[in-house]
């Protein structure tokens, strides 16, 4: 039946997609992120569906009357110079065979990024975009929140097989990334019901993250809350609230849970965490041999013989975005992949300072400043896991340069702050009065 059921949404969206590529790229992201077809016990469970939903948005560039064009804001430059240097690392890589298998999942994903670039121009998109990218995660977060309750924590909270998120600690990060992207959604948001879906919504995530034992997510957790209690403006109740919560959910967790975490502060004791040092130094030695970097898959006996800082165990993975493309693409790599980020993040702040205030573009403001604290969560979360190409932040950054380019289409001007500190926007939109008055 689910099988039946997964294939006929996929046909049914299909002249859609071939019609209007934005709807092909909703298509696209749900399968990518949420991997629906793995869901399914019959023949649709290994259908190529996410090659349909590429080759129907493809098609739909050469079919669709709808408006098309590359916003080439600086984030979005640096992307295709990291995408062109990845493809030159993987020529030179150690493992070619390996790597040219990898660089071509990289590029399907980079490649639907540009078309979602192209395609995303009215605020619709926009929201429709963040919808699949919320609920593609939030379905797992919300099965992970349950299964946590009702086991009462006993067991770790998995994602779903063969997808970026699999592993216990990247469903963590990817749940807690979206959690901001909830806020903002029930912020805007006129329907009771939505706004309290929800925020119930939120808090299953919030124990989906602690039901997976990830020590990454607790500290990209810890992170996402300061930068949240900082943009408050009463941080006294906001303090008081995000310590109760914290109490309450911690409090409910089991002893084992709790152990784990402690692990923190002594890692020389744990193997995973030394797992995690030696891969470290292995791409810090690897990327000082060679100024490529060794390419993609380079985790194995042989490399490890050569740059690893002792016997090689069982480390499959840099286990961070930062150390996987600095031993997979180099220094450069590295640059370019920090840069993506650093310039997404001052874009998101750009957009937030010209439109605070103003309650015309409020919900770009809101919008803004929740993403601000998605990206934070993946930074922090990120050092300690291998999400250096998962869609999800990329998504991110789509959201926000199509942001920036909605609002220079629709004729939006920064306005002058007056005496008394109070500004109008240039052009106003169908913001809700609730997005309006919600604190950020």
Known sequence: MRDLLLVGIILGALPFALRHTWVAVMLWTWISIMNPHRLAFGFASTLPVAAVAAGAALLSLVFTRDKLRMPWSPPVIVLVLFVVWMCLTTAFAINPLGSWDQLNKVLK???????????????????LFIWVNVLSVGYYSFKGGLFTITTGGEYRVWGPEDSFFWDNNALAVATIMVIP???????????????????MLMLLSAVS????????????????????????????????????????????????????????TTYEEDNSAKDRLIAWQFCFNLANHRLSGGGYEIYNALTYTLYAPETWRNAFAAH?????????????????????????????????????????????????????????????????????????????????????????????????????????????????????????
Do not use: C
């Open 320 to 440: 961070s975005i930062y150390f996987s493309v600095l031993g997979e693409h180099g220094y450069v790599g590295l640059v370019l992949f920090l840069l993506i980020w650093g310039l997404t993040f001052r874009l998101a702040g750009k957009l937030r300072r010209e439109t605070r205030g103003q309650p015309g573009v409020a919900w770009v403001f809101h919008l803004t400043g929740m993403f601000q604290v998605s990206l934070v969560g993946y930074l922090a979360g990120g050092a300690f896991l291998s999400l250096a190409y998962f869609d999800l932040p990329y998504n991110i950054m789509v959201i926000l340069v199509v942001t920036q380019r909605w609002l220079r289409e629709s004729g939006w001007k920064p306005a002058a702050v007056g005496a008394l500190g109070s500004a109008s926007a240039g052009k106003p939109s169908d913001l809700p009065v609730k997005a309006s008055r919600a604190p950020v």
């Open 181 to 199: 992207m909830m806020y903002y959604l029930r912020v805007v948001s006129t329907h009771r019901w939505v706004r309290f879906g929800l925020l």
């Open 209 to 264: 993250a602690l039901g997976s034992q990830s020590r990454g997510a607790l500290l990209a957790i810890t992170a996402m809350g300061s930068v949240f209690w900082y943009r408050s403006n009463r941080k006294g109740l906001v303090g008081i609230v995000v310590v109760a919560v914290a109490i309450g959910l911690i409090s409910f967790m089991p002893d084992s849970w709790s152990n784990r975490m402690a692990t923190i």
């Open 109 to 127: 994903i980079q490649l639907m990024t540009a078309v979602a670039l192209m395609a995303l121009h009215e605020r619709k998109h926009i929201e």
